[in-house]
């Protein structure tokens, strides 16, 4: 499977079969532009400005806001409901886990997640290889909530998103305080624009690291 950045919340991901998944599609508001992208399917984890500009992609693409199990030409996703806030959904309302398995992976995408993790959460998160994790704070959760969902998901692979950059004009922390949580070998700054995995990359012992990707 592929993994392609495409800036703040959004991915493109795209199994071996040639089925692909966006992840929370945004608005220029935010400052940047989404880049012209077709997929089969559109995952939303909650109805915000810069996490549900389904009309931007391109083709017929299914969309995935709600929770519970789904199963789309082979690609299993699975949503899980929780809160944009840590007042029960009072101030933000709801967002939605998505766990997403392609070519035998599990790729977790936490969307705006306000809230630290429960023991519940966890286990009906299940296992996760790949972890797309908001790190910005302020509207999500922050670098130190951030890296207690690490510590117990214990995925393989972690990719921050939501944070700010020169180009995202939101109130949002930056990367590096999260970053800071990590030695320096285990961070991998990435040039290229996307990365390739397959399930014998998480089948060995386990370790972790953090891909930080760059601007071209």
Not at 16 to 22: A, K, L, M, Q
Not at 99 to 124: Q, T
Not at 146 to 151: F, I, P, R, S, T
Not at 154 to 176: E, R
């Amino acid at each position: 499977m592929i993994i392609t950045p495409l800036g703040h919340s959004c991915f493109l991901l795209e199994e071996s079969t040639g089925t692909t998944v966006i992840t929370d599609p945004y608005s220029s508001d935010i400052g940047i532009t989404l880049p012209s992208v077709r997929a089969d399917v559109v995952t939303v984890s909650h109805a915000h400005y810069d996490h549900n500009n389904v009309k931007a992609v391109l083709g017929d693409p299914m969309v995935i806001d709600k929770p519970g199990m789904h199963d789309v030409k082979g690609v299993q996703i699975f949503g899980l409901n929780t809160y944009h806030d840590e007042a029960n959904g009072k101030h933000r309302g709801s967002n939605v886990i998505f766990n997403i398995r392609m070519d035998g992976v599990n790729v977790c995408h936490l969307g705006d997640v306000g809230h630290g993790p429960s023991p519940m959460m966890i286990e009906a998160i299940g296992p996760v290889d790949i972890l797309l994790v908001p790190v910005g704070g302020n509207y999500t959760i922050d670098a130190e909530l951030a890296k207690e969902y690490v510590d117990r998901l214990m995925p393989s692979v972690i990719i921050p998103m939501h944070y700010k950059t020169d180009d995202v004009d939101m109130d949002i922390d930056g990367v590096d305080a999260f970053l800071d949580y990590f030695d320096k070998e285990d961070v991998e700054y990435v040039k290229a624009g996307k990365v390739e995995f397959d399930r014998a990359d998480f089948d060995d012992e386990y370790s972790m690291k953090v891909l930080c990707f760059e601007k071209n």
